[in-house]
């Protein structure tokens, strides 16, 4: 953003709200640059990933996002205190180094236009050359309060009418353009807010139109979220936008939760001490993330008999749409090449299919059975040869059944009823 120009006092008086609008917004992004620096110098690390106890369904669910991001995020639900917000926030920690082009705001792929910003597309259009340079993974947080304008970005109105360029400032959308969008309390989003967001994450892209102006961006992210279900519920189709759902609880075992307390007093006491007490434990996972990643890329085998048993699953449960049947095959493949292996087995599925699924079952309020419980018993029966033969036997009786009634209708009697005596041939 650049500042605006001082007008003379004969400006119309629609042109003074505007020019005073949009200094307004430059001082605001002024004053953000300002303080930046000095809110990074004091920023205290984030606690240690491999130092939060307990919790093991979401901090593989994490995990697995991050070998393979194309899963589709998670969502975390569960008590207050149950360390949701600092387990994605520790998640910065072990996301990988990303190629950029450097000092653009969109965190453009210098390889892929798709990817890129309206500047650095022109650019490479252009057949000018990209400086690269390497980032880490973004990961932003959306705040509750947050607006419109602060999601999608503004366009500086003055400028565009005075020069004739589109003056664009970035919002939170543009800056986690191939990183990860982190929503706390996301069932306490407000629905205008939330189907921005969706729209985005459908489409991949981000369009800001004002006064006739319109600006197009790549926005192409993994939501995470977290929030308490006793606050309130999320919206279907913001479900559907997670790949995979963790309900979390409070920790009961005494150890894990002394453990836990004493670590969260050792980092509020010193936490760079703490962090450097973690370092060796978290170069060991971050280097397990960095060889998952490799292996998933050099390519994890899955059988058509085990994509047939998933489909089933889906099926029977009436999932809708087809998003449920791709996340538990690329969760399986990722949780395969995390464990160091290079072919999916029936656990592994066992494993990730209540992670992946429970979230898309339609609710009953009444049933006393959880959605989780629901596709782990299911998946439990159609594994078992046993269970299968039993079905098919039921399935043949019924169709044999189904044949005698359709048979003594054609013969226009009920089936059942009396044939007479027998006579004699």
Request: aromatic share 4%; hydrophobic share 40%.
């Amino acid at each position: 953003m650049f500042p605006a120009r001082l007008h003379t006092a004969s400006t119309c008086n629609s042109k003074q709200y505007v020019v005073t609008t949009s200094r307004r917004i430059c001082l605001r992004v002024n004053a953000a640059v300002a303080i930046a620096p000095v809110a990074d110098a004091v920023r205290k690390p984030n606690f240690p990933f491999v130092r939060i106890a307990g919790q093991e369904e979401m901090k593989l669910a994490i995990c697995l996002n991050v070998v393979d991001p194309n899963i589709g995020g998670v969502l975390i639900m569960g008590d207050r205190g149950t360390g949701k917000s600092v387990t994605v926030r520790a998640m910065v920690d072990l996301l990988p180094m990303i190629d950029v082009v450097e000092g653009d705001p969109f965190n453009s792929d210098p390889y892929d236009p798709n990817l890129m910003g309206p500047d650095a597309r022109m650019r490479y259009r252009n057949g000018d050359k990209l400086t690269v340079a390497k980032a880490k993974t973004p990961l932003v947080e959306l705040p509750l309060g947050a607006t419109e304008d602060r999601i999608c970005g503004t366009i500086d109105i003055e400028k565009a009418l005075s020069e004739g360029v589109k003056a664009y400032e970035p919002g939170l959308l543009a800056k986690a353009n191939r990183g990860i969008l982190y929503v706390d309390e996301v069932n306490l989003l407000d629905d205008g807010l939330v189907d921005v967001v969706l729209d985005s994450a459908a489409s991949g892209i981000n369009t800001v139109e004002r006064e006739g102006i319109s600006i197009v961006h790549p926005a192409k992210f993994i939501m995470v979220g977290s929030g308490n279900p006793a606050e309130g519920e999320l919206r279907p189709q913001l479900l559907d936008r997670f790949g995979m759902s963790v309900q979390v609880q409070t920790i009961q075992d005494g150890a894990l939760r002394t453990q836990m307390v004493l670590d969260r007093m050792a980092y509020e006491q010193d936490p760079d001490a703490l962090c450097a007490s973690a370092r060796p434990q978290m170069e060991e996972l971050q280097k397990k993330l960095e060889d998952a990643r490799k292996r998933l890329k050099a390519g994890v085998r899955i059988s058509d008999k085990l994509r047939l048993l998933i489909s089933d699953v889906c099926s029977r449960l009436n999932v809708d749409g087809l998003r449920g049947d791709i996340v538990v095959n690329r969760a399986a493949k990722a949780l395969v090449a995390y464990e160091g292996r290079n072919e999916v087995k029936e656990d592994d599925i066992e494993r990730v299919i209540s992670l992946c699924l429970n979230h898309r079952l339609r609710k009953d309020p009444l049933d006393p059975i959880d959605n989780g419980t629901k596709v782990r018993i299911l998946f439990k029966r159609l594994s078992d040869p046993e269970f299968l033969r039993r079905e098919e036997e039921a399935k043949r009786k019924a169709e044999e059944a189904k044949a005698k009634a359709e048979a003594a209708q054609g013969s226009g009697k009920k089936a059942g009823a009396w044939g007479g005596l027998p006579g004699r041939k």
